[in-house]
């Protein structure tokens, strides 16, 4: 199986065991559970949440809230990359207003099947979901005032197409506004892979240096990386105990390490 047809069946599978009105995630908890998952719950506060279908809510699977952090006025055309079922794109399209308009882009039709049925729920218009992949973006040059994703650049094997296909929609002064998973300094390569395969990254995480790096190869400006969430080995004790992983002996490695961060870029003018 390719990778990305891996991440299309688990996606596809979260999707169904939402509208099943389960969890979205494997064994892990949704946005409105506050208790257990340390990577998906507690991202949106209750002014954001509660203005939104609880499905939408109950669908989030994003490790951070670019729309919390991103700077989105009035009239933005905005795309998010990988939209799931679709909480960043309602999120966005109340910011924007209705002469504004939300994009979300995902390729795993269950997952557009319920985003859309959550844009019904919410009665939001200015809202379009698009099936495609985020490494060939299906929206014209220069189109979009702002990209947002969240935790979905980490699932992609190129990451660099995906960089320069956001760089390409963008309007020049366009804003790239993304919550993913980085890696900071040195990682043996075991204890690496076993902690990404905890966050669900399947691709692997990007140090963060090497997101600067690739930004700024795309033609970005103004790059900055802010840590958001950085998760603790204990979290990941029992995923990795399950995997045969000496904890105590990892530990050192691992602390602080691993985090959910907001990127930002621009589009030089
Ligand atoms: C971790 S979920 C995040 C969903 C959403 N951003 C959120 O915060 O709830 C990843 C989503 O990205 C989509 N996805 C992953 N790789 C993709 C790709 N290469 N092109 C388009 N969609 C992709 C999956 O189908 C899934 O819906």
Redesign the pocket.
């Known amino acids: 199986m390719e990778l ?1 047809d891996v ?2 069946e688990k ?1 596809g599978q979260a999707a169904l065991r939402i509208n099943a009105g389960g969890s979205s995630c494997c064994g892990a908890a949704s946005a409105l559970d506050g208790c257990c998952d340390p990577i998906t719950s507690n991202l949106y506060d209750a002014a954001q949440t509660g203005a939104l279908p609880e499905e939408a809510v109950l ?4 490790c951070g809230n670019p729309t919390a952090l991103a700077r989105l006025n009035p009239g933005e055309t905005v795309l ?6 679709g ?2 794109v309602l999120l966005s399209a109340r910011r924007v207003g209705p002469l504004g308009k939300a994009w979300g ?4 039709d269950e ?1 557009l099947a319920l985003a859309r049925e959550n844009q019904r729920k919410a009665g939001v218009e200015n809202v379009e979901f698009l099936k ?4 060939r973006i299906p929206l014209p040059d220069n189109s979009v005032d702002v990209v947002i ?4 650049i980490n ?2 094997a190129d990451k660099d197409r995906v960089l320069s296909e956001a760089f390409r929609v963008l309007k020049p002064g366009g804003r790239f506004a993304v919550s993913d998973v980085v890696t900071r300094g040195a990682v043996p390569d075991d204890v690496r892979q076993n902690m990404l395969l905890w966050v ?1 990254c399947i691709a692997g995480a990007l140090d963060d240096y090497q997101y600067v790096a690739k930004l700024a190869n795309a033609g970005f400006d103004a790059i900055d990386i802010e840590p958001t969430r950085v998760y603790n080995i204990e979290d990941a004790r029992t995923f990795l105990t399950g995997q045969g992983v000496d904890v105590d002996a990892i530990a050192p490695q691992v602390e602080g390490k691993f985090m959910s961060a907001f990127i930002r870029a621009v589009k030089p003018a």
């Open positions: 990305k991440v299309k996606y669908a989030s699977l994003g998010d990359l990988g939209s799931g079922g909480i960043d882009l995902d390729m795993t997952m495609g992949e985020i490494e994703s969240n935790c979905v699932l992609s669900g």
